[in-house]
């Protein structure tokens, strides 16, 4: 009632005065200081004392910066960590409000940056200035104490980390490398060589070593060991320089391999298996019974405790087709994987028109396989298997097969040998001894070709690795439906997540969307 008694109401307009400006006499509102702002800018000046030309000193050769007084900070140009940088470079910056920084364009080469910085600050009772500036950085070509070092000597390390993996293939490390490449983890390194049965990386500082070797730690499970090595020693100030050697060793079992377990590992994990497949490897094993779905973690320390080795791997895979296939039952593990149990009759495609061999086994694929579909899978009635570890498990009898994945290789066929959409980065490698032979080629080429299909079937794999746009790929040579029915491949919304664009790319963008 009383908003609407007000409405009809005479209200008086308030009207704000205006007051000459005492130095230059033009009307203005008033305040305490009784000038405009012109004038109170040309009394007043707020970034006096303030710092308005820098020297700072710039790494060309890990585009670092120099943080003092020993401490290196890599940035980019006109990129937040070096206007964070450059602002926390100026002395007596708190005596003041700062209100908003940006860069100002310079030539790359002029070894200078200009940053842009807007201040406020209370001159008289209640009166705030605010006033803009420009703080001129000169760049001072200095190398850092890690360059410095490889430019004096290229092999002069302090610390060097060894990997090894006693397998024969090297998907681990292929794998390995895109979570390396991904975090990057190998950064501090001074050199990257690629040995025979692994890769060693060398560091000029210990303490870079350790932290590598625990990231390597939180991927895979390993076991290490470190030994160290008099370089010189000063006996007038007790100075010793060492060089350090970590021995890393990954364990060798990798990803969709048989195994059978020893007798007292499978009674910790509750008399799991014998017989297991390896689901996932990171810094545990995640073990499966393809029998009775049931799942086991085995962490590193466990491992190690007694170690093993795999029955079978994933080179000795044989190719089988469905024939019939009649579901169980269903499980499903922490992880959020779907397994079906099922009872499948099954026919090695080697032997199509040499016998009438078929097998009936019991498989965890239900949820996959359909009569005519193909898998991939371990011919225990064919293999001849000298495990010392089967012997203990009396009255155990083998499968005839272990199907272990569905198989996509007739559809892949028509696809071969095509451009994908995506492609992987790769860490800057020497190659120790490289091998001139051509089966040797072949062979890491074909490793390589199956690592990148199993990114393609398995996203949790994928979610630690980097995907980028092949410029390569041109959308003409997409195959037909029918060629690429049911083939698994990487979705474009994941793709574009990962995406990174140079500046050219970038620019290339701009123009065809406009």
Not at 134 to 159: F, G, K, M, T
Request: proline share 5%.
């Amino acid at each position: 009632m009383a908003a609407e008694a007000t409405v009809g109401m005479f209200q008086l307009q308030k009207t704000v005065g205006s007051v000459l400006c005492c130095m230059c006499g033009v009307p203005i509102t008033p305040n305490n200081a009784n000038m405009c702002v012109k004038c109170l800018r040309s009394q007043v000046d707020i970034t006096e004392g303030l710092q308005k030309h820098v020297i700072i000193y710039h790494c060309p050769e890990c585009n670092s910066y120099l943080q003092p007084p020993k401490t290196w900070i890599k940035a980019q140009l006109e990129s937040k960590e070096l206007l964070t940088f450059c602002i926390k470079r100026l002395k007596n910056l708190n005596k003041v409000h700062l209100s908003h920084a940006e860069f100002i364009w310079t030539e790359p080469h002029s070894k200078r940056i200009k940053v842009k910085l807007k201040v406020k600050k209370e001159v008289y009772h209640n009166t705030i200035l605010e006033q803009e500036y420009i703080v001129e950085y000169v760049q001072q070509e200095h190398l850092c104490e890690s360059c410095s070092r490889v430019q004096a000597n290229p092999d002069q390390w302090v610390a060097s980390v060894q990997l090894r993996q006693h397998v024969a293939h090297r998907r681990t490390f292929y794998f390995l490398e895109q979570v390396i490449l991904k975090h990057d983890a190998a950064v501090r390194a001074i050199k990257i060589k690629q040995m025979n049965e692994g890769i060693d990386f060398f560091f000029g500082n210990r303490s870079h070593a350790v932290k590598f070797v625990e990231f390597v730690g939180s991927v895979v499970p390993i076991r290490s060991r470190h030994d160290k090595q008099l370089v010189s020693h000063d006996i007038k100030s007790n100075n010793y320089n060492y060089k350090y050697t970590f021995s890393v060793e990954i364990s060798p079992i990798c990803r969709e391999d048989l195994i059978c377990l020893p007798p007292k590992v499978a009674v910790g994990l509750g008399n799991l298996g014998p017989l297991v497949l390896c689901m996932k490897v990171s810094n545990s094993l995640m073990l499966l019974d393809p029998f009775t779905l049931r799942h086991a973690y085995l962490d590193a320390n466990q491992y190690w405790r007694i170690p093993f080795k795999p029955l079978l791997s994933s080179r000795q895979l044989v190719e089988y087709v469905i024939l019939d296939i009649e579901p169980t039952n269903v499980g499903t593990i922490p992880n959020g994987t779907k397994y079906v149990l099922a009872d499948a009759q099954i026919a090695r495609v080697s032997d199509f028109g040499k016998n009438d061999l078929i097998f009936n086994v019991r498989t965890h694929l239900g949820h996959l396989l359909a009569p005519g579909d193909y898998a991939l899978g371990y011919d225990l009635y064919g293999a001849n298997n000298n495990d010392l570890g089967l012997e203990k498990y009396k009255g155990f009898s083998l499968p005839d097969a272990v199907l272990v994945k569905k198989s996509y290789e007739e559809k892949r066929q028509k696809r071969r040998g095509k451009v994908r959409p995506w492609k992987l980065k790769n860490l800057d490698m020497e190659v120790d001894n490289p091998s001139k032979g051509r089966t040797d080629i072949d062979k890491r080429n074909m490793e390589y070709e199956k690592f990148l299909e199993d990114l393609e079937e398995d996203p949790e794999m994928r979610f630690n690795v980097s995907l980028y746009r092949n410029k390569e790929y041109q959308p003409s040579e997409m195959t037909s439906m029918a060629d690429g029915e049911d083939v698994p491949s990487v979705p474009l919304e994941e793709l574009l997540a990962d995406l990174v664009l140079s500046d050219e790319e970038e620019e290339d963008d701009d123009m065809m969307s406009e």
